[in-house]
């Protein structure tokens, strides 16, 4: 393995410059875990939100950050 030198919970440099930049960055860790892609506003029912898509590779290194099975258990968890 070459990424010794990366902070731990980070698969690369590039995820760990996106998930330090706050709730407002494209790629950030949700409350419940998970890392999302905010995929920009959406509205639905007549309100607006952010439309969030969970990651499940990293989109800079392709390392998996979390599997089918940790989403559904994360977004069960929420609701
Ligand atoms: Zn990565």
């Given at each position: 393995?070459?990424?010794?030198?990366?902070?731990?919970?980070?698969?690369?440099?590039?995820?760990?410059?996106?998930?330090?930049?706050?709730?407002?960055?494209a790629?950030?860790e949700?409350?419940?875990?998970?890392?999302?892609?905010?995929?920009?506003?959406?509205?639905?029912?007549?309100?607006?939100?952010?439309?969030?898509?969970?990651?499940?590779?990293?989109?800079?290194?392709?390392?998996?950050?979390q599997?089918?099975?940790?989403?559904?258990?994360?977004?069960?968890?929420?609701?």
């Amino acid at each position: 393995m070459e990424d010794d030198d990366i902070a731990a919970g980070y698969c690369c440099d590039d995820m760990e410059t996106c998930l330090s930049a706050g709730p407002d960055a494209a790629l950030f860790e949700h409350d419940s875990g998970l890392i999302l892609l905010n995929a920009g506003r959406t509205e639905q029912d007549g309100e607006e939100g952010n439309l969030l898509i969970s990651v499940q590779f990293c989109p800079f290194c392709g390392t998996e950050l979390q599997t089918d099975e940790d989403i559904d258990a994360a977004l069960e968890a929420v609701d």
